[in-house]
């Protein structure tokens, strides 16, 4: 290492979002330097291989990104990425034939589940209208702060309007996802499947004030994507990702902690690695910004000194709501591939290994008591195993040359997911549940039980399980909440989030830049959506300037006395 390095951007963590931001500035010519703390880049996109032959996602698994421009203007399939999308009317076709899993057996969804589903995430139209949806609802940045945001300015709105006026109501801004669903669909099980989905991936089906954010949510991976998962997983993703930066020149270090974001005259200019980092020189310096990766709470609480900013800042950020669920993943290792019980099996339903879904998704109620377990008591699960709420990924979603699981006899499902506190707000402090591993491990193998008839003692090798606590301080930067980042219903709004202060992206102290899913507008597990909404705002503020493979959301405001994101571009023509 040099004596002195001195970058145009210096990025602190190299998870999706740091990574993709570093990526987009090093196409633009910008030198760039992304510190990062574990020996290896890629947060939540990680596979891991727990014993020789057995891979699993202990995080990310599903392609929520489906309708990103990166991957248009970063050109992934350059650098490796292969993945195989599943067409929407396919993906439709097989919900309905599947139907939902309750306590009695399968629930038919009916046509005007369907039907009414298809209407308002966009597909029903000729030609659909469902990835300007998405993009509208995630892949476009907030406002500038001297527009008023109004029912006839917000993206997602205006899109219904054009395509679907039938539809558009001001009383959008005010339903839950739930309220949406009453007036479109049919069953009770397939709204109580639709929001859980939602709940899991981003703003929740019982938040007041987003019930299209919490829909785009679950059309992302559901409709738009159809369960597809890249070719090597998500960590095959952001091998592209990582490969894109590098080949455009950015310099990434792991094993490099950063201790403090260093701000001189009210600039950032700089970062100031911990004494353990793997690294002669301490202090990287930034000539026009400094870009946290990190998340709103360790970014402001414990990367700047507090003389920087001022008590109220601090105060709010720490107010700043993460509450929201943290996923208990559980991936099963058996000697036989785990079996549906009889009411679960037949034609087009379930078959022996495959099979996915939510369970039970009998009543909302159900889907209630499990957010009072989450948000209420705030400890591990208290509901009795047959009534606690889970999900599964599809087993048969890698092919046959990419399998979980190589080991001969032996067979591996998940993940499986539960909802447990995230670990800032369980009762008793972070890492409580952990105390209680064994007894939350066995609550939810009896859970799935309840589906899965030979999950039992003889047949189950090893239970593998990431627990919230082990997520954010054993391997990744999923920093309290989950992964929608921060609390997402009606007064967090993209021109709020997460504090006004800190809307679009911008910070008091100047040249620091948010690019996390606790720092902003969209979170959820949108990925490249906050580093394509930043790079508007870099433009504006004139650090960088991209080439004509850039466009900007064609629902992009500039701000007043900066420069247009929209100059010098393709004027979005690609974007739709």
């Known amino acids: ?33 992304v510190l990062e703390e574990r020996p290896e880049s890629g947060g939540a996109c990680e596979n891991v291989e727990p014993m020789p032959g057995v891979h699993i996602n202990p995080h990310a ?44 057996g399968v629930a038919p969804i009916t046509n005007k589940d369907i039907e009414g589903w298809a209407k308002i995430c966009g597909i029903a139209s000729d030609p659909p209208f469902i990835k300007e949806l998405l993009r509208a609802t995630h892949w476009c940045p907030p406002h500038p702060p001297e527009v008023e945001v109004t029912a006839e300015n917000i993206p997602y709105m205006q899109v219904y309007k054009k395509h679907a006026p039938d539809i558009w109501t001001e009383e959008l801004l005010d339903m839950t996802m739930f309220d949406l669903l009453d007036e479109y ?45 890249p070719r090597g997983g998500m ?179 998940g993940p499986y997911y539960t909802y447990v506190p995230p670990p800032d707000y369980e009762a008793g ?32 090798i090893a239970h593998f399980v990431s627990t919230p606590w082990e997520s954010e301080f054993r391997n990744t930067g999923i920093l309290a909440g989950h992964f929608g980042g921060i609390r997402h219903c009606a007064d967090q709004w993209a021109e709020l989030r997460p504090i006004p202060e800190l809307a679009r992206y911008r910070t008091p102290i100047e040249g620091l830049y948010l690019c996390n899913q606790t720092s902003g507008h969209p979170g959820a597990l949108c990925l490249m959506a906050i580093p394509y909404n930043l790079m508007h705002i870099l433009i504006e503020d004139g650090l960088v300037e991209p080439g004509k493979w850039w466009y900007p959301s064609p629902w992009y405001i500039p701000q007043e006395g900066k420069i247009s994101a929209a100059l010098n571009s393709n004027e979005g023509e690609s974007y739709a």
């Open 429 to 460: 402090g972070p890492g409580t549940i952990d105390h209680k591993k064994d007894e939350v491990n066995a609550i939810v193998r009896k859970a799935v039980s309840e589906v899965i008839e030979n999950l039992d003692d003889d047949n189950l």
């Open 235 to 413: 960590h095959g993703y952001f091998h592209a990702i990582i490969r894109c930066a590098l080949s455009h020149g950015v310099v990434i270090r792991t094993c490099c902690p950063v201790d403090e974001i260093l701000i001189e005259n009210g600039r950032a200019v700089g970062v100031r690695l911990r004494d353990t980092a793997t690294t002669d020189e301490k202090k990287v310096w930034a000539n026009k910004a400094v870009i946290s990766g990190t998340g709103i709470h360790p970014t402001f609480l414990k990367l700047i000194n507090p003389a920087h900013t001022s008590s109220s800042l601090r105060k709010k950020v720490k107010d700043i709501s993460l509450k929201g669920g943290c996923c208990w993943v559980s991936h099963f290792l058996t000697k036989e591939p785990l079996m549906p019980r009889a009411k679960f099996l037949g034609p087009g339903r379930m078959e022996p290994g495959e099979f996915g879904g939510a369970y039970p998704c009998d009543s909302r109620d159900i889907y209630y008591e499990h957010v009072a377990d989450v948000d209420g008591r705030k400890g591990a699960p208290s509901v009795p195993p047959e009534k606690l709420l889970w999900m599964a990924t599809h087993s048969a979603r890698f092919p046959e040359s990419d399998p979980q699981c190589t080991m001969p006899g032996a067979h591996v499902a």
């Open 1 to 33: 290492m040099a004596q002195e390095e001195r970058y145009d951007f210096v990025i602190v963590g190299g998870g999706p979002n740091g990574t993709a931001m570093a990526a987009y500035l090093g196409k633009c010519g910008a030198s760039v330097c």
């Open 61 to 104: 698994v599903y392609m929520y990104a489906g309708p990103a421009p990166g991957f248009e203007q970063l050109e992934l399939h350059k650098y490796g990425f292969r993945m195989n999308w599943s067409p929407l009317i396919e993906t439709i076709a097989k919900q309905q034939e599947v139907g939902v899993l309750v306590s009695d």
């Open 185 to 229: 669909c049919e069953t009770e099980p397939w709204k109580v499947l639709t929001a859980a989905g939602a709940w899991y991936s981003g703003a929740a089906g019982h938040y007041e004030g987003v019930a299209v954010p919490a829909i785009a949510g679950e059309a992302l991976v559901t409709v738009y994507s159809g369960f597809s998962v």
